[in-house]
Structure formats: C-alpha cells, structure tokens
C-alpha cells in the first residue's frame, strides 16, 4: 500500500493488552505470519523500539510497549504489542492514547484475569473502543461456553461474539457477515440476530426498518451504526482465536480490516490548550514593570485532516546506542514529512526532522511522509520527550493532550555505585530509564541523602537494575526498598518566628505569622496570604513560600515529605534595611515548622490495592496473611476451583508478597499491585518512625 493510498480511512490502530501469559505476543507474530510478514519469529536486534531485549528472551515475556505493522486487504494495521505484567503496567497504559482499539486478550483455560477486568473498567473510562479474544480456544474447548457466559456477566450484555468455535474449536465461523450454519456453541443465526438487535438499537430509522417491515438488513447498512455502538461501549465484540493452530487468526484479521474503527471513527482523545494571557503591570517597591502569565486550559478534539496544522503526540522513547534517542509518535492531525521543521511541547526551538519511520512487520522503513492516524517514529530527536506534543506552529506552544492516569511508582530501592566516579554517568542512566519507563522514578533523599529509584513492583526495579548493567555498564548495590511515607497534619494551628541575625556588617531581619490548615487526602499544597497594609511587601512573600516548601520537603515530624496543608500568611514585619529574601525565607520555613508541631501532625503511609487470582483451597492461609499485614478484603469472587478477592494493604507489608504468595499458592497463583491512596499509620508505626529519625533543624543553629 503506497503512501498515496494510505489515508486515515484505510488504518487501523489496535493494541494487545492482557495479563501475561495469555499469548499476546505469539498471537502478534500469527498476524503477522497470516499477513505474509515472514520475518517475526526473529529477534530483532538493533531494531528501534523492538522487543528483542535479552531480558524479555529471559522471561519469556514482554516488557516494553512493541509497534509492529502489517497489511491486510485494503488497510494498514499498526498493532501494538503491550506488556502484560502488573510491573510493566506504566508501559502499557501511556501508549493507549496512539490507538483507537484495544483487544483485550483472555487466555480460554485460564478465564478471567484481573489485568482483564482492571483493563476492561480503565478502557470505558477513557472512552476507547474495547474488543475482548479469547485465545488459546484449543487448549480447553469444553470451558468456552462457560467462559463466554462469565464475560458477559462481569462486562455486561453488550459482550457478543462475532464468532464462535466450531468442530471442536479446531476452526471458527462467523456471526455477523455469515449467520447461516452451526457452532461449538449452537446455531450461529441466534447470535447473529443478537448482534443485530444490539446495534440497531442507537439506529431509530434502521430499527423501524428491521422491525417494523422484518426485512433482513445487509452488513453494509450495519456499518455506521456498528461504529457508534463500539464507541458508545453499547458493543464489545467478542472474537474466539488460537495464535497455536491458526484458528480464527485470519477471521480476526478480517474483524480488524472490516469491522474496528478507522481514525476517522475512533473517540479521538481529547488535546488541552493553554489559554496564555499576559498583564502588564507595576512590582511594588521597585515600581518596575512585570508580565504575569494567566493560563486557562480548554478542550478540543484535533481533525484528521492532512492540510491542517500538524499535531502529533510522543508515546514511547527508546535511547538506541546507534539511532539516538527515538520517538514513537501518532499523529492527530497534518503531514510530519522529512526536513519539516517542528517544536516539541512549549520549546521556543525548532528541530528538523532527519530520519522518519513507519513499521511493516517488525522492522521499520524509511518513510518521506506521515499523514492522520498514522503511527512513526523520529531518529535523533533530542528534543521531543514522552508525552510531549509535536507541532510546527507557535500557535500550538501550549498544547497538551489530556494525560493519562499512571499507577504511582511506590517500591523504592536505595542505590548507589559500586566504582567511585561513576555518580554522574549513574545520574545520567537513570535520567534515560526514566524517560523510556513512565513508570520508573527517581529521586533524591534530603534525609538520607540516597539516590532512590521507585517503580511498581520487585520485577520492576531488578529489571531497571540489569539494564543498568547490559546498557550502561554501571556496577551499582542497593538498599532495602524505601517506602515513601508522607507527613501531614489533621488540626489547623497558628505559628511565628522572627528572624534576627547581625554579623558585624549587613543584617538579616524577617518576622513570620502564618497559619496551616489540613486539606483533602491528595489534595496537595495551597499557598495565599491576607496581608494587609504591606506588612511584608508582596515582592517577599514568594521567599515565605519558598522557605515554607523548603519545610514540607524535608519534613516536620519524622523527616518524609509533607502534603495536603494549606498556608495562609496572617502579617510580618520588616526592617528598612535589613530585610532581605534570605530572612524571609528563614523566618517562612521556621513559622512553618512551628505551626505544624502545633497541628497534630501525622505519618501517612502507602496504601496498595492487592488484587490476587489463586486456587480456592488457598484462600484461609491468604486471608491469614492478609490479616497479619494489616490489610482489609474489599471483593471476593469464586470462579470455579479460583478465587479472586481485591484489598487494601500498607506497601510497607507486602514488600516481599511474591515470595510468599507462591509459597502458600504452590506457584498458582497470580497477583498485581497498584497504588490506592495515603492513610495515617498507627500510633506504634510512627513512634518507630519517628525514633529513627533525626530532624535537620536539630543540627542547625536555631
């Protein structure tokens, strides 16, 4: 398919997702193989944004987010390949945003996962078209009606199958194009009039048509409406495949070529423009002019049109020893072609693009274009970062599209090098990682003066950790994981500090009043005053604010960060001469730190919501465990011989939960760990913590 022909109408983009374990990637590789892309048993190395990494050959499944593309009929299908560990769930989610599709992939002897259900919610939620395969449909044909009655009752009615196995699940038979003919299940016309019924229903007109006159309604006509209801979520087909044996793999194919939506049909996500206004005006004291920036986001939807204004938005970063770092990008609207000029975010400096890819197979090729919907890929692009809008007009500065809601990396582990010297190269690695994995973190202990990275589980970090080794080749040790404990106050209370410092020469005077007040769990930091009279002039209360963040960062109580305090500044004074943003910034941080010790200050600790999939004999010794970590059963559901139950646990317990949900689940059983909210820790926890630590101020001269 030439570029001329490739048009928004003739792509579409869906990706894999699912536990892992559930085949999505050799379910990958048998599209590909059906479509004549003969290269994808290969590992692909050297390949930009690849899945040939040693450690996924290693486990044997993937972490990193794959584009592969292939042809088939008369559109282009870019399909992309997600990571199915709980661990990698940062990867697979920030990519969504490139498709319109998301094929959630069930395992048919398995059932129902909880990275399913988990995928299935946060997919309505975002508004993205949701197909559910259930693979491996030769691995236990005698389970498939049970399973497909499980869907629709967890998902809801609107799940449908488009097709059904037949003759032992060794083939599958459409439902939709052709309702004549027998199924594992039954007669394919039942199913097909219930696909019907389901689609007509958001078609008054075609309703009337089918019921009223009772006259048989050809595909063609189902289209559009088949198209609004798997945006509205009033439909999520169901397709029955096995990657193995190639059943079912060419009818899904055509289900992607026929049946999902086209950019032009898809819920497009919605892009932020920052509305930028500037005021001129006059700085008190120093009667100099200043601008001050108001920002005002509204939505909007881009249009797939190729003339237009490019907008294109960064999925994925890879850092290639031989390319550079490479984008992954979709583009929303416009022409990104070689030697067009864009900005990336809000940098005032334009890049040219060099090198523009698009993948067939597995392996990209050398483009000239890339229109609406596509999905590329820039080389040596230092510019551009993940989540970052391409654009190449000035008048797109401050765009962004509406972010995507990211589990919260909470397992830390200290780290430092092995070799003296190699800080800044350790620093450097890290910075990359981060920016490739949005689900890694890095950060800089005040108290302990560690470097600290965090992400969402044990196999998480010790996969950062070797490719620290093969790509960077930094030696480094680590500490027992940190957990970020948070500090805030439950009262609000009133504190002062009066800043006096002579030296001999100039002076330091700075006197604070201010109060803190407790907000919201996750409702972060207010900063305001009700000065009146210009008690402190309004060009030194950014030094109170900027003293009263130098307090919350290190801490008041046990030395983590505070949260959730709003600070109003009541009155100060000053002195002519020796007021300076030094002692404003001195006198901010004391007041602070004085007002919370007033304020019943409290330790938060990490909560994690712990989903797990076992055996159903193993439940006593989990629900034991669970009692004994200080966690609480929200949901608990039978499935069969399974078990599913979801709960709430202190991070701080469940450090070492793989090792032992294997040792009481015989290695059966499943789990996946997601970052819920903050809670106080008892009263024993925070003497403990409190103990072991050592205020800063206590070192300093007061």
């Not at 059906?34 to 996924?56: F, I, M, N």
């Not at 919370?596 to 006593?620: H, N, R, W, Y």
């Not at 689940?665 to 009263?683: D, I, K, N």
Request: charged share 25%.
């Amino acid at each position: 398919m030439s570029d001329v022909e490739r048009g928004p109408e003739r792509i579409r983009n869906i990706a894999l997702a699912g536990q892992a374990g559930v085949g999505k990637t050799r379910l990958a590789e048998a599209l590909l193989e059906a479509a004549g892309e003969s290269e994808t048993s290969q590992l692909r190395k050297g390949t930009p944004l690849g899945d040939s990494q040693a450690q996924e050959a290693m486990l044997e499944h993937s972490i990193t987010a794959t584009p592969m593309g292939l042809t088939w009929g008369e559109a282009h299908i870019n399909l992309i390949d997600t990571p199915g560990y709980a661990d990698f769930q940062g990867m697979a989610l920030s990519i969504l945003p490139a498709v319109e599709t998301v094929a959630v992939v069930i395992d048919a002897e398995r059932g129902i996962d909880v990275s399913a259900r988990r995928m299935m919610q946060w997919l309505a939620e975002r508004g993205l078209c949701r197909l559910i395969v259930i693979n491996r449909i030769d691995a236990a044909p005698e389970r498939l009606p049970a399973l497909l009655e499980s869907l629709r009752e967890q998902f809801g009615p609107e799940c449908l199958p488009l097709n059904l196995p037949a003759q032992g699940a060794s083939r599958v038979v459409d439902c939709f194009f052709a309702p004549d003919g027998e199924s594992d299940f039954g007669s394919v016309a039942d199913v097909h009039e219930m696909l019907v019924d389901q689609v007509v229903e958001l078609d008054e007109e075609l309703m009337a048509l089918y019921l009223e006159q009772g006259e048989a309604l050809e595909p063609a006509q189902l289209h559009d409406p088949f198209e609004a209801a798997l945006r509205q979520g009033h439909l999520v087909p169901i397709c029955f495949v096995s990657a193995t044996s190639g059943a079912g793999v060419v009818e899904l194919l055509n289900v992607f070529e026929r049946m999902m939506p086209n950019p032009l049909e898809g819920n497009p996500p919605p892009f932020l423009r920052a509305e930028v206004q500037k005021e001129t005006g006059l700085k008190e004291e120093t009667e100099l002019k200043q601008e001050t920036e108001i920002k005002q986001e509204t939505e909007f939807l881009a249009q797939p049109d190729p003339e237009a204004h490019v907008l294109a938005h960064v999925v994925r970063i890879e850092h290639d020893p031989y390319l550079g770092k490479v984008a992954l990008f979709r583009v929303h609207q416009g022409t990104v072609t070689r030697d067009t000029r864009l900005f990336a975010g809000d940098a005032r400096k334009p890049f040219r693009v060099g090198t523009l890819l698009r993948f067939q197979g597995r392996r990209p090729q050398e483009v000239e274009r890339c229109g609406p919907g596509e999905l590329c890929a820039l080389t040596k692009v230092e510019e551009a970062t993940l989540d970052s809008v391409l654009h190449d007009s000035h008048d797109e500065d401050h765009i962004r599209l509406r972010p995507v809601a990211l589990p919260a990396p909470v397992f830390g582990l200290a780290i430092q090098t092995t070799r003296h010297g190699d800080e800044q190269r350790l620093s450097e690695a890290l910075a990359k990682l981060v920016e490739e994995d949005p689900g890694l973190e890095v950060a800089r202990d005040g108290v302990t003066q560690e470097t600290v990275l965090r992400g969402l589980g044990e196999l998480h970090l010790n996969t950062a950790l070797e490719r620290l080794g093969q790509r960077f080749r930094i030696e480094v040790t680590t500490s027992i994981p940190s957990i970020a404990y948070r500090e805030t106050i439950a009262a609000p209370a009133e504190g002062h500090c009066r800043h006096k410092k002579q030296t001999g020469g100039a002076g330091q005077f700075g006197e604070v009043f201010l109060k803190v007040e407790p907000l919201s769990r996750g409702a972060g930091f207010e900063f305001s005053d009700t000065i009146r009279g210009g008690a402190i002039p309004s060009s030194l209360l950014p030094a109170v604010e900027k003293g009263v963040r130098q307090a919350m960062a290190s801490g008041a109580l046990a030395g983590y960060p505070l949260q959730d305090v709003r600070v109003t500044v009541l009155d100060g004074k000053t002195h002519p001469v020796d007021s300076k943003e030094i002692a404003f910034v001195i006198a901010g941080r004391k007041a602070f730190l004085d007002a919370v010790g007033k304020a019943s200050p409290l330790v938060l600790e990490p909560l994690a919501e712990l989903a797990v999939d076992a055996p159903g004999g193993a439940m006593g010794d989990l629900t034991a465990d669970l009692t004994t970590s200080r966690g609480r059963i929200l949901d608990t559901r039978s499935l069969g011989d399974q078990v599913s139950f979801q709960a709430l646990v202190p991070l701080a317990e469940v450090l070492d939960y793989p090792s032992r949900l294997n040792a009481m689940t015989g290695g059966a059983g499943t789990y996946s760990l997601r970052f819920s909210h903050y809670e106080p820790v008892p009263e024993s926890v925070q003497k403990r913590l409190i103990k072991a630590y050592r205020s800063p101020d206590d070192e300093q001269d007061h």
